[in-house]
């Protein structure tokens, strides 16, 4: 027995109540049993007993009926995240209409949330641009004035004040290099000019220069081109996995990698540090995770105490991208 998906909840219910009225009618109308004007014990007891077996066989029903729409319901409330996980569309009466439905409303949800998202993360690559020109601009410049400045007046100075001027010179030299390398990963240059091998090439060795830990690279030849947003993701990705590894990981060797697996261009990093037992998604997790969504690229993340972390991203190459 199976009722028709476009049958709404009402006339499902209505239905099978009717059904249990009509077969309690003939079973009236038909059977040896009667009811006089003056009911007696034994009639009683049967009028009692068939209103029970009509109640059980009508909850029994109504049950059967609206199963499927209670496994809907229990699938729902185990949906955390506005995705479309493509709710089973089985069962009879209003369930499939109503998962296709949900599974409609949650691909609209996920794909205005990804619009946003993009919108977001565009909104904050620009403003990381803004910042980075007026870095190199303005604060990099007056350094630089500073700097010039100071070997003038250390050249003309007493000599009991050379070297105080020679330290206020070299400390503004520290400050220049670090405005400099601020601004380089706030906005990657190179990435734009070179791409994104010698992108991430630059990035290693930034990281191996002030982070003490040593990066081994391993860069397959030939990768092929990807979109721009595709890249950025890329160097965002590996430029926090490998923040992680200097700030929380606490480890002494990194490898960084970037290959071509199928039809995926493939980055990992992988550390030797301390690891942990429980994944947190904490803000940089997190925000590696809707860069990653961006372009339908598959995150993973994966660590054991004492072990150290890998964070693997398998971004697609689309058919236009490969060379």
Same mark, same amino acid.
């Given at each position: 027995?199976?009722?028709?998906?476009?049958?709404?909840?009402?006339?499902?219910?209505?239905?099978?109540?009717?059904?249990?009225?009509?077969?309690?009618?003939?079973?009236?109308?038909?059977?040896?049993?009667?009811?006089?004007?003056?009911?007696?014990?034994?009639?009683?007891?049967?009028?009692?007993?068939?209103?029970?077996?009509?109640?059980?066989?009508?909850?029994?029903?109504?049950?059967?009926?609206?199963?499927?729409?209670?496994?809907?319901?229990?699938?729902?409330?185990?949906?955390?995240?506005?995705?479309?996980?493509?709710?089973?569309?089985?069962?009879?009466?209003?369930? @499939?209409?109503?998962?296709?439905?949900?599974?409609?409303?949650?691909?609209?949800?996920?794909?205005?949330?990804?619009?946003?998202?993009?919108?977001?993360?565009?909104?904050?690559?620009?403003?990381?641009?803004?910042?980075?020109?007026?870095?190199?601009?303005? $604060?990099?410049?007056?350094?630089?004035?500073?700097?010039?400045?100071?070997?003038?007046?250390?050249?003309?100075?007493?000599?009991?004040?050379?070297?105080?001027?020679?330290?206020?010179?070299?400390?503004?030299?520290?400050?220049?290099?670090?405005?400099?390398? $601020?601004?380089?990963?706030?906005?990657?240059?190179?990435?734009?000019?070179?791409?994104? *091998?010698?992108?991430?090439?630059?990035? !290693? *060795?930034?990281?191996?220069?002030?982070?003490?830990?040593?990066?081994?690279?391993?860069?397959?030849?030939?990768?092929?081109?990807?979109?721009?947003?595709?890249?950025?993701?890329?160097?965002? $990705?590996?430029?926090?996995?490998?923040?992680?590894?200097?700030?929380?990981?606490?480890?002494?060797?990194?490898?960084?990698?970037?290959?071509?697996?199928?039809?995926?261009?493939?980055?990992?990093?992988?550390?030797?540090?301390?690891?942990?037992?429980?994944?947190?998604?904490?803000?940089?997790?997190?925000?590696?995770?809707?860069?990653?969504?961006?372009?339908? !690229?598959?995150?993973?993340? *994966?660590?054991?105490?004492?072990?150290?972390?890998?964070?693997?991203?398998?971004? @697609?190459? *689309?058919?236009?991208?490969?060379?």
């Amino acid at each position: 027995m199976r009722l028709p998906s476009h049958v709404p909840l009402f006339w499902t219910i209505f239905l099978l109540n009717g059904v249990v009225l009509v077969v309690a009618v003939l079973l009236l109308l038909f059977s040896p049993a009667r009811v006089s004007a003056d009911a007696v014990r034994s009639e009683i007891l049967v009028v009692g007993a068939g209103l029970t077996v009509m109640l059980l066989t009508n909850a029994v029903l109504i049950r059967w009926a609206l199963a499927p729409l209670h496994r809907l319901i229990a699938r729902l409330e185990g949906i955390e995240h506005l995705e479309p996980i493509e709710l089973p569309e089985e069962g009879s009466g209003p369930a @499939p209409g109503i998962a296709r439905s949900v599974n409609r409303l949650l691909a609209r949800l996920a794909e205005e949330r990804r619009t946003g998202d993009a919108r977001a993360l565009a909104a904050q690559e620009a403003e990381r641009h803004r910042i980075a020109q007026e870095l190199h601009d303005e $604060v990099g410049q007056s350094l630089t004035v500073v700097l010039l400045g100071l070997k003038q007046l250390e050249s003309r100075a007493p000599a009991a004040l050379v070297p105080d001027l020679a330290a206020v010179r070299e400390s503004a030299r520290t400050g220049l290099d670090d405005v400099r390398r $601020v601004a380089r990963r706030l906005r990657p240059g190179v990435l734009e000019d070179l791409g994104i *091998t010698s992108a991430l090439a630059a990035l !290693a *060795t930034d990281f191996a220069d002030h982070s003490g830990a040593s990066v081994r690279r391993s860069f397959a030849p030939g990768l092929p081109a990807l979109r721009p947003e595709a890249e950025v993701v890329l160097y965002r $990705v590996a430029q926090e996995a490998l923040t992680n590894a200097a700030r929380h990981a606490e480890a002494s060797e990194v490898e960084l990698s970037l290959q071509k697996v199928g039809q995926h261009v493939v980055l990992e990093v992988r550390d030797d540090g301390r690891g942990f037992a429980g994944l947190e998604e904490g803000s940089g997790l997190m925000g590696m995770r809707e860069r990653a969504a961006l372009v339908g !690229a598959e995150l993973a993340v *994966t660590s054991q105490p004492r072990h150290g972390t890998t964070v693997r991203l398998r971004v @697609p190459v *689309t058919t236009g991208e490969v060379a």
